[in-house]
């Protein structure tokens, strides 16, 4: 009885110092909120210098063309992407690697966009997983379906075996796979130039400026 009473007690010693271990301590927390207030101190800090709003939102920007990235920008990045009732304004993020040469906010008129578009190519994955098990039940199943077709192991695999372990069942996951690219084309200064961003500030744009879409502004 008393051996199993000091295993009972060993168990639990054991299971309280993994908890423990597991568990941040108290001066590891607080330094991780120390160093999150300052985060935010020094985020809030850039937002004010370049006057971004709270309402502004994130886009990725692949920059400019070659005349426009000469005088205004460098590189590519994150920015804030904000409007008013007749510009739109951009900033580069906090942190962002993109650096905007003219010190300050961009801000471009909606009268100076003659079109924006989305180009390049989207599509669907079926990524396949699972599979395999212990015993030599079961063979592991990874790779994707791409249109249709079954491209990595699982096209060298699905068919050859017809008994799969049930602990790891074979599983799909679909994802959208978007490559495309929004691209603003607008008269900045005396010239006209071409912004690029990520695919996902194109549906904004639509619903802040629908009557500059290419389709429409081309009529």
């Not at 000091?6 to 330094?31: G, M, N, Y």
């Not at 994130?58 to 990235?69: A, E, H, I, L």
């Not at 249709?148 to 372990?165: D, F, H, M, P």
């Amino acid at each position: 009885m008393s051996y199993f009473i000091s295993l009972a007690v060993v168990v639990i010693v054991i299971t309280i110092l993994c908890f423990k271990s597991l568990k941040p301590s108290d001066k590891e927390q607080k330094e991780y909120e120390v160093e999150r207030k300052k985060r935010n101190v020094a985020e809030q800090a850039h937002k004010s210098r370049f006057g971004v709003p709270n309402s502004a939102q994130k886009v990725k920007c692949y920059s400019g063309d070659r005349s426009f990235s000469e005088k205004y920008l460098s590189g590519s990045g994150d920015v804030y992407f904000w409007t008013d009732n007749a510009n739109l304004f951009f900033a580069p993020a906090f942190n962002s690697s993109i650096t905007f040469k003219c010190g300050g906010a961009i801000k471009i008129p909606f009268i100076n966009i003659k079109s924006f578009s989305r180009q390049g190519d989207s599509y669907n994955e079926v990524h396949i997983t699972g599979g395999g098990g212990g015993g030599g039940a079961g063979s592991s199943i990874k790779g994707a379906i791409v249109g249709g077709i079954i491209a990595g192991e699982a096209g060298a695999i699905i068919g050859s075996r017809k008994k799969i372990n049930p602990i790891n069942p074979i599983k799909t996951e679909n994802r959208f796979i978007d490559k495309r690219q929004t691209i603003i084309e607008m008269s900045y200064g005396r010239n006209d130039s071409y912004l690029f961003f990520d695919s996902d500030i194109y549906d904004k744009l639509l619903k802040i400026i629908p009557n500059k879409e290419i389709t429409f502004a081309s009529k």
